[in-house]
C-alpha cells in the first residue's frame, strides 16, 4: 500500500521541482538586450536598405530600357 502511494507522491514533487526551477531561472522573462542582439538587428535593418536600394536601382534600369527600346523602335518605323 505504501508503494502504491509514493508513485504519485514522486511525480508530484517531481513536477514541483521542475516548475520551481524553471520560475526560478525566470522562465517567462524576455533576455535583456545585450550588444550582439542590438549589432544583429543594425545589421538587419541595413541589409533592408540595400534590398530597397537596389529594388529602386533595379526599376530604374528597367525603365531606362523600356525607354531604350522604344527608341529604337521608333527609330526602326521612321527608315
Not at 502511494?5 to 517567462?28: D, Q
Not at 550588444?35 to 533592408?48: S, T, W
Not at 533595379?58 to 523600356?66: H, I, Q, S, V
Request: hydrophobic content about 35%; overall charge negative; aromatic content about 0%.
Amino acid at each position: 500500500m505504501l508503494r502504491a502511494t509514493m508513485r504519485p507522491m514522486k511525480i508530484i514533487l517531481s513536477v514541483l521541482a521542475l516548475s520551481v526551477s524553471i520560475i526560478a531561472c525566470g522562465g517567462s522573462k524576455e533576455p535583456a538586450e545585450g550588444p550582439a542582439e542590438n549589432a544583429g538587428e543594425k545589421v538587419d535593418e541595413a541589409g533592408d536598405k540595400v534590398e530597397e536600394k537596389a529594388e529602386e536601382a533595379g526599376d530604374k534600369m528597367e525603365e531606362a530600357g523600356d525607354k531604350a527600346e522604344d527608341k529604337v523602335d521608333k527609330e526602326k518605323k521612321e527608315e
